[in-house]
């Protein structure tokens, strides 16, 4: 009998101490960030996904505490080196996943546990996504954002 064990993190790098930095510098050789993206997971009292910070900027309060109207309050941030940093502050494993708008796949994450964080390091050229976790039916129930990618995107510069 094989046990196996799901690490949190995700693609590539992951974040090791308990409070990780999420503008750690990528290691060398890897291609430089231009967003980072802090995302706020949770599952109470809704399963909410929201961006807490983009590029060092607090942005908790462009949302409202409606998590099923996600898809008419987009997420925008220009296209490049993007690191969406996971800060799961639930009860609850969650995960992380970009797909495009017909439901593929781009990249995800593992699971990451509650009141654990991870990351997802991905290069996005501009158009339209949607983020979510992808776990049981947490997408169904909130964690579940429209993402536009676009040059004209007004987020400082990292
Ligand atoms: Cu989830």
Redesign the pocket.
Same mark, same amino acid.
């Given at each position: 009998m094989t046990a196996l064990f799901v690490v949190v993190g995700c693609s590539g790098s992951s974040p090791s101490a308990d409070e990780a930095d999420p503008y750690a510098a990528v290691a060398a050789g890897e291609t430089a960030l231009d967003v980072v993206v802090v995302i706020e997971?949770q599952?109470n009292p809704t399963?909410d996904l929201k961006a807490r910070e983009i590029n060092r900027t607090d942005v908790s309060g462009d949302w409202d505490a409606d998590s099923s109207n996600n898809l008419d309050e987009p997420l925008i941030i220009p296209p490049g080196q993007i690191r969406f940093f996971l800060d799961n502050v639930g009860t609850?494993?969650?995960?992380f996943q970009v797909r495009d708008l017909k439901g593929e796949s781009i990249a995800k994450t593992r699971n990451v546990g509650p009141l654990k964080q991870g990351e997802l390091i991905v290069n996005l050229q501009p158009g339209e996504y949607d983020i979510l976790?992808q776990? $049981?039916d947490?997408a169904k129930r909130g $964690?579940l954002r429209r993402l536009i990618v676009d040059a004209a995107a007004d987020v400082p510069a990292l």
């Amino acid at each position: 009998m094989t046990a196996l064990f799901v690490v949190v993190g995700c693609s590539g790098s992951s974040p090791s101490a308990d409070e990780a930095d999420p503008y750690a510098a990528v290691a060398a050789g890897e291609t430089a960030l231009d967003v980072v993206v802090v995302i706020e997971q949770q599952n109470n009292p809704t399963f909410d996904l929201k961006a807490r910070e983009i590029n060092r900027t607090d942005v908790s309060g462009d949302w409202d505490a409606d998590s099923s109207n996600n898809l008419d309050e987009p997420l925008i941030i220009p296209p490049g080196q993007i690191r969406f940093f996971l800060d799961n502050v639930g009860t609850l494993a969650h995960a992380f996943q970009v797909r495009d708008l017909k439901g593929e796949s781009i990249a995800k994450t593992r699971n990451v546990g509650p009141l654990k964080q991870g990351e997802l390091i991905v290069n996005l050229q501009p158009g339209e996504y949607d983020i979510l976790c992808q776990l $049981s039916d947490h997408a169904k129930r909130g $964690s579940l954002r429209r993402l536009i990618v676009d040059a004209a995107a007004d987020v400082p510069a990292l």
